[in-house]
């Protein structure tokens, strides 16, 4: 997971300055999974500011060009990675077509939307990337359509070790506008955490699954 330290610190910045990343380690958020976290991560608000979203649009640009070259399909991953993907796509004129995370319950039943071809190189938008598994089931959807992957953008990564061995092993490489790490940095920095809730936010990161049990 390989990222740029200034763009990532810019993002964070962005992503705390319009409370699109909660952090609050004395009253934790619980994820779907039914994780507790101290950190709660909301990107689709980065759509409502035109200077956020056109900088996650060009940095997303930015990265596909330089590190994927030519492709042929930009796919967003529903629900949070579509609207970034649209704008990916338009500004690069590519086609578009999104992943469900599961299939649609009537009429087609459909788990890709879109034109999709077999052989055509795709690169993947996703706004968040927690352990991976929902991202991953979408490039598997594109590749079992014969698709062929060359990889994910997506604007923030928890970067847990799990999502990285999920990654390895799906073989599929995301590339990341900010992650963890630089958002506590940040998060410090500029005083949107003070030093005593640090070390429980590390702790958080080294092992979610035990973290406030």
Excluded at 109 to 132: A, C, P, R
Excluded at 172 to 188: D, G, M, P, R
Excluded at 192 to 199: A, R, S, T, V
Aim: hydrophobic letters at 40%.
């Amino acid at each position: 997971m390989k990222i740029n330290e200034e763009i990532a610190q810019k993002t964070a910045e962005f992503l705390l300055q319009i409370k699109a990343i909660k952090l609050d380690s004395a009253n934790p958020f619980t994820w779907a999974s039914g994780l507790q976290s101290p950190i709660y991560c909301d990107n689709r608000k980065t759509l409502s500011y035109p200077k956020i979203r056109t900088f996650i649009r060009q940095e997303f640009v930015r990265l596909i060009n330089e590190e994927f070259g030519t492709v042929d399909l930009i796919a967003g991953v529903a629900t949070g990675g579509v609207p970034h993907a649209v704008l990916v796509a338009q500004e690069m004129g590519l086609p578009f077509a999104y992943v469900r995370s599961s299939e649609k319950k009537h009429g087609l039943s459909n788990i890709i939307e879109g034109v999709v071809e077999s052989g055509q190189s795709v690169v993947v938008i996703e706004d968040l990337v927690s352990t991976g598994a929902s991202s991953l089931a979408a490039v598997q959807s594109l590749r079992q359509a014969g698709c062929i992957v060359k990889g994910m953008v997506a604007i923030f990564t928890y970067n847990l070790e799990k999502a990285k061995e999920n990654f390895k092993n799906g073989g599929c490489t995301l590339f990341t506008l900010s992650n963890y790490e630089n958002l506590i940095k940040v998060a410090l920095e500029k005083d949107y955490i003070k030093e005593d809730d640090l070390q429980s936010l590390l702790k958080w990161r080294e092992n979610p699954e035990v973290w406030g049990k």
